[in-house]
């Protein structure tokens, strides 16, 4: 039985935020109906929709026009268990939540908007490019790009994956499933609300928030000039090797750089002086230069395969071969942790896609059905009434209860560095009760500052000595009071501290036991650590963000990607075990949700349109979703749709393109797309970025400025999306908003923890006299936040901390 099964859900939602979230639900046993206009999703002409609505029946209304139809969507949302929308302000009014929420008390109804800023939903349009270049998102993108050697911090650069889209449905999954996990107690359903921009903010690293005063810095201030950030992106090198091809390194820790260095035979260079503090300490520029080009002079040596040989197998170094989307889904890692499916669609025929977003060993997905022709199950309107509707009797809305989903659950988390922790955050930002275990000296990431703190909030930590047998007792004593537990530590790491499934299990039976992985339990890499940049050049994103004609480059979404994809799995193994009553073992992977927020470029059929690709000065996708330079100021455009394009066409008062050879059709545009982008740019600049923009969205086409004068920090700043925090620790900073919104409680907005914080009081919770505690500390099995640990040897958990993959920047696996 799936874990949404017996569910219905009804989706008003195009392109691929809303979509990919109804077919996570389908992909677990809810009946999905996708209701559509008249001319259909306007993503059915990419190859993502194809996933994105896999499993799902179609059904045609016009919302807008149409009375009868009006009513059968009202019907239907009346028949809900679930309701996903992002229509925003144009969805009717009788599709609201309070009005539905007379009729069907039990209704979760779950909006993913732009920005979830009133104002600006109601002026801009729900896209990713328009919503991140109006946010900054697009600015101070440091070592991003591929066309300029000065890093493009004087413009904006294109971001090309979607993160916003696919982590504001990852959102969207976790919020709906604990919404539904407190129906199953109250009989009462609530409104969730997330947005694309909280999405981008939620799955975006290196932002730590630093506040001087009543300003925040954004996190590229300070980089632009700095030798150690140089050094920084030199541990991170796309290099070039003998064959062509390139390795992304990730040799951030100095064991890692050393050893790099020995691999490459600049064994001079490791003894020298000049670079004893490399890589982020250098006396000179000279120095670095001299020392960047003799790494990349080395690289070219030999072949990617033969690199990576060596530094998997005769040197510890960080490194990933960058590969192509097509490679990736052939990756032994994605096949054997049955990552990718292949479905018999009657339009296409055999389409690849990448499969479940995580494996559930008591409730499987089940992937068999290929997304639906528009309109193929127009007949089951004719079966919709209001039979269902008031499904929950006559509750009213004194039976809401005023807490939020998770409240009452409790999430051990046994964790490390960034993505799987960073799942437990957003999870306690929504109600729930997370202890973190830390080694005696704390997580290695602390010593990153701000960005920690930003991973710590609503957090409890206890810091624990776990190969001493007084620590195992005591962490024996958290497994048996908690919900989850949640680790990251590969397989034999895990089985020596005991933290393995089979121990958890047998200590607590009801506990969901969640694996967030870097690579899988199986495979021939399951035991390899893994960075921020591993899924980055797995996936093809390294290839793709550059540029055409660029050598790869690096980025960092990797990490937070993966815990948006952990957050959500968490969230339905708790809401399988409160349907059916089984607890279970639960994995996600880096390498899979990076194929989720990468999947237009993963789907793969006979007839599918041309991969996405960005252009060589990383403006966008084609001539009619980039950016341009104006008079003044720079603009995003986004006008893929048919209607879009002519609207741009006669704002331009190019009306011949209308019924030029050249441009009249999507196919002659994508033919001729430089002659297009080289003629609109033309034009752009005749006015101000400001100036185009006002014209645009009165046209109907949507744009934004994309370079208002700040950066991402910045805008959050000024639309009041943070508020300033002062902590003992960590000083002064910003603290951002939750990411998902309830209609039953307001968030938790716990502090940070610092090392030790509660471990007295958990100690003393799960049983521990005074005097224990105190003998306890003593003997340095544990650490309060009042006491430090005598001077000896490295924490027990330290050495296998370690084993959790990371980079020593804080980036996961």
């Known amino acids: 039985m799936g874990i949404f099964e017996g569910l219905r859900v009804v989706e008003f939602a195009s392109g691929m935020a809303g979509p990919l979230a109804g077919m996570m639900l389908a992909d677990n046993g809810a009946e999905v109906i996708k209701v559509e206009p008249r ?38 949302a009346n028949s809900a268990d679930v309701l996903i929308e992002d229509y925003g302000h144009a969805l009717p009014e009788g599709l609201s939540f309070d009005r539905l929420h007379e009729s069907n008390v039990g209704l979760v109804h779950c909006s993913i908007r732009g920005f979830s800023i009133d104002s600006l939903d109601r002026t801009y349009a729900s896209d990713e490019g328009v919503v991140a270049a109006r946010s900054g998102r697009y600015l101070g993108l440091d070592g991003m790009s591929g066309s300029d050697a000065d890093y493009a911090v004087h413009r904006p650069v294109f971001v090309a994956p979607p993160i916003g889209s696919y982590s504001s449905a990852m959102l969207a999954v976790m919020g709906i499933s604990g919404a539904l ?3 199953e107690s109250s009989g009462v359903g609530m409104a969730i609300d997330t947005s694309i921009l909280d999405g981008l903010g939620g799955a975006t690293m290196r932002l730590p928030y630093k506040r001087e005063g009543d300003k925040v810095v954004p996190a590229s201030t300070e980089r632009r000039t700095s030798l150690m950030w140089r050094g920084i992106l030199m541990t991170f090198m796309a290099a070039e090797c003998a064959d062509g091809r390139y390795i992304l390194m990730c040799a951030r820790t100095d064991k890692h750089f050393r050893n790099w260095m020995l691999a490459t035979g600049l064994t001079a260079q490791a003894a020298d002086p000049r670079y004893s503090g490399a890589p982020l300490n250098f006396d000179c520029e000279e120095d670095f230069i001299e020392l960047e080009q003799s790494l990349r002079r080395a690289m070219k040596l030999k072949t990617q395969e033969e690199w990576m040989r060596i530094f998997t197998t005769e040197y510890e170094v960080g490194a990933d071969p960058v ?89 051990l988390e046994l964790a490390t560095f960034f993505a799987t922790p960073a799942a437990a955050t957003m999870l306690a930002e929504n109600g729930a009760r997370v202890i973190k275990v830390e080694p005696l000296e704390g997580d290695q990431f602390r010593r990153v500052g701000l960005e920690f703190a930003q991973m710590v909030h609503g957090k409890e930590s206890i810091a624990i000595d776990l190969k001493s047998s007084e620590g195992r007792g005591i962490l024996e004593k958290l497994i048996a009071m908690s919900d989850v537990v949640l680790t990251n530590f590969r397989r034999g790491p895990a089985s020596r501290l005991g933290i393995d499934y089979a ?94 927020l990468h999947s237009m470029n993963l789907v793969d059929y006979v007839d599918r349109p041309e991969k996405n690709e960005v252009d060589s000065q990383q403006h966008g996708f084609g001539p009619l979703y980039r950016l341009y330079s104006c008079k003044t100021g720079w603009i995003f455009i986004s006008a893929l749709q048919d209607e879009e394009w002519t609207a741009l066409a006669k704002v331009l008062r190019k009306l011949e393109w209308l019924e030029s050879r050249e441009f009249a059709s999507a196919k002659s545009r994508s033919e001729n797309s430089d002659r297009l982008a080289e003629a609109i740019g033309a034009a752009m600049r005749e006015r101000t970025a400001g100036e185009w923009e006002k014209i645009f969205i009165e046209a109907g086409v949507p744009a934004a400025v994309a370079d208002e004068g700040y950066q991402f920090e910045e805008f959050l700043l000024e639309n009041g999306l943070v508020e300033p925090e002062t902590h003992a620790q960590f000083g002064p900073y910003f603290r951002t908003r939750p990411r998902v919104r309830f209609s039953s409680a307001p968030n938790h907005r716990g502090p940070a923890c610092s090392l030790g914080e509660q471990t007295r009081a958990i100690l003393h919770e799960v049983g521990y006299s005074d005097l224990e505690v105190e003998n306890l500390l003593e003997s340095n099995v544990v650490v309060a936040d009042d006491v430090v640990p005598a001077v000896g040897g490295e924490s027990t958990a330290a050495a296998d901390s370690s084993s959790a993959s990371s980079d020593g920047k804080g980036r996961v696996s």
């Open 39 to 76: 001319g259909g999703d306007s993503a059915r002409a990419t190859a993502g929709f194809q996933m994105w609505n896999r499993g799902k029946k179609s059904v045609v209304l016009d919302l807008v026009d149409n009375a009868r139809d009006a009513q059968r969507a009202l019907d239907l």
């Open 323 to 411: 590969l192509t989307s097509s490679e990736f889904m052939s990756h032994p890692q994605m096949v054997e942790t049955g990552r990718v499916v292949c479905l018999d669609s009657p339009e296409h025929g055999e389409v690849v896609q990448v499969g479940p977003i995580a494996q559930f060993s008591e409730t499987p997905s089940v992937i068999d059905t290929p997304a639906p022709a528009l309109g193929e199950h127009q007949a089951l309107l004719d079966e919709v009434g209001s039979a269902r509707a008031n499904q929950n009797g006559n509750r009213t809305d004194s039976d809401v209860q005023s807490s939020l989903p998770f409240e009452g659950i409790t999430i």
């Open 503 to 596: 121990s958890v299990k047998r200590i607590n039976p009801n506990a969901v036991f969640v694996y967030g992985a870097s690579f899988g339990s199986v495979g021939p890499d399951a035991d390899r650590p893994a960075f921020h940049s591993t899924p980055h050049a797995l996936s093809g994103g390294a290839i793709l963000q550059a540029g055409r004609g660029n050598p790869p480059v690096d980025d960092s979404y990797g990490d937070p990607c993966g815990a948006m994809g952990a957050m959500a799995a968490i969230a339905m193994g708790l809401l399988a075990r409160k349907r059916q009553g089984r607890a279970q073992y639960v994995e996600s992977t880096m390498l899979c949700s990076t194929a989720y």
């Open 181 to 183: 996990m407190q129906r």
